[in-house]
Structures are given as C-alpha cells and as structure tokens.
C-alpha cells in the first residue's frame, strides 16, 4: 500500500524565511499526491495537487512542491513565510482498496507537520 | 456555498453511551469518508463509502458503524463509546478517485 512520510513534525522560522515542508513517498510512483494544510479548530483544506501533467506544481497562498522521482519526494515550498501561513500541513497519497486496485478516492495521509512563523 | 456541513461541532459523552454522527455534503459527490484525528498521527481512515447504497472499513473500523443514507448523507454511529474515542472526527466527500476530498470542520468529541 502506498504511503507517505513526513520529516518534521514541527518546523519554526522567522517571517520572511523559506519555508520547507518534506514528504516522501513509497518507492511505487503514485499517479497524484495532495498537500493539505489546517488551521486551527477548522478542516482540511486543498493547497495543491500533483498529476503527471508537470512536476512543478503551484498552489493557493504562494506555496509551491515539486515532484522528484529519484528521491521520492514532494516537498512543499514558500519563498517568504507569512505569520498566516501558521498550520498544520499534511502530504496525502491515494490508498489502493478493492480487487482492481481502484482507489475509490481513499487518501492515505502523513502525520502532519506544524508550522510556527515567528515575527 | 456549505460544502460539507458536520452536526454537531461539540459533544462530551459518557463511556457507554451512543451517539450518530451526522455529515451532509451539497456538492454532488459520490464518494464520503469519515476520519478521526488524533494528535501526531495525521488522520486515520474508519469508514468510507465509494457510491450510493456502498460502505466499506477503512484502518480503524472497530466501535464504529456507518450508514450511507443517500448520496448527499454519511452518518458515523457510535453505539458504546469508550474513551479511547475520544478525538476529533472529519467527514469528507469527493468526485471520482482522483479529485481533491473535500472536509468539514470537524466533530469534537470528548468522551469521559
């Protein structure tokens, strides 16, 4: 079954400082990969989503990941944090269910990384 | 624009007790999830439903049972809740298998 790791669980940095959040994935190549973030007391929201179509992907907020075959990875990045980007973050990959493999839209989500933004 | 709207927000049962769940999604989607979040362990999938009149067990089923009441519909059942329930559940829906899920905000629930 596929998986996804989070490296971190907690990231801090200063506003105006990248922002580098790590997942990686099982060795098989998925055909998408989401990323998530949560702010407090609230659901999950879409950042972004990777197809085949391009391995560079851009989101809502600035944030930005890229797809690396060869390291496995699908790291999510922002040039310039902001104290509004503080959240939670999650790296989610569709999950493998039935006798086809169809997926059926299951996700299987990493552990979160949270991100505090100093001032 | 409700998107998925989850009753109720806040909840504190007593062991032993039961309780439903209730999601709702406006946005036509054929599949719905339940999830519970539970503190460094991300979200962990309990039940889903891939279409109308389909259920099926996620990574953590157990104490748990669902009902797909009709396609807007998604209920989550408690029937003898223990503290080990106690977390924060998300019901969430989608299109087909490769659209984002969409969330509601969530069900906290404290069981004592």
């Known amino acids: 079954a596929q998986s996804v790791t989070q490296l971190g669980s907690h990231v801090s940095v200063s506003e105006g400082a990248l922002v580098l959040l790590r997942c990686n994935y099982s060795s098989s190549v998925p055909p998408y990969l989401f990323w998530y973030v949560q702010y407090p007391n609230q659901g999950l929201q879409l950042l972004l989503k990777y197809t085949s179509a391009a391995t560079l992907v851009k989101g809502i907020n600035g944030f930005e990941a890229e797809f690396k075959k060869s390291e496995t990875s699908f790291h999510l990045t922002k040039p310039s944090a902001h104290m509004s980007d503080a959240a939670e973050y999650f790296c989610a990959v569709p999950g493998r269910v039935g006798a086809g493999g169809t997926s059926y839209g299951k996700l299987t989500f990493g552990q979160g990384t949270i991100l505090t933004v100093h001032p | 624009n409700a998107g998925v709207t989850q009753t109720p927000k806040f909840q504190v049962l007593k062991t032993g007790q039961s309780m439903t769940l209730q999601c709702a999604q406006d946005?036509?989607?054929?599949?719905m999830y339940w999830y519970r979040q539970d503190p460094g362990m991300g979200l962990r999938l309990i039940y889903y439903s891939a279409s109308e009149g389909t259920t099926d067990k996620g990574e953590v089923p157990n104490g748990y049972n669902v009902s797909r009441l009709n396609k807007r519909e998604f209920s989550l059942r408690l029937e003898s809740a223990a503290p080990s329930q106690t977390s924060v559940y998300f019901c969430a829906s989608s299109g087909w298998s490769n659209q984002p899920q969409h969330f509601g905000d969530g069900t906290r629930l404290s069981i004592l």
């Open positions: 946005m036509n989607h054929n599949s």
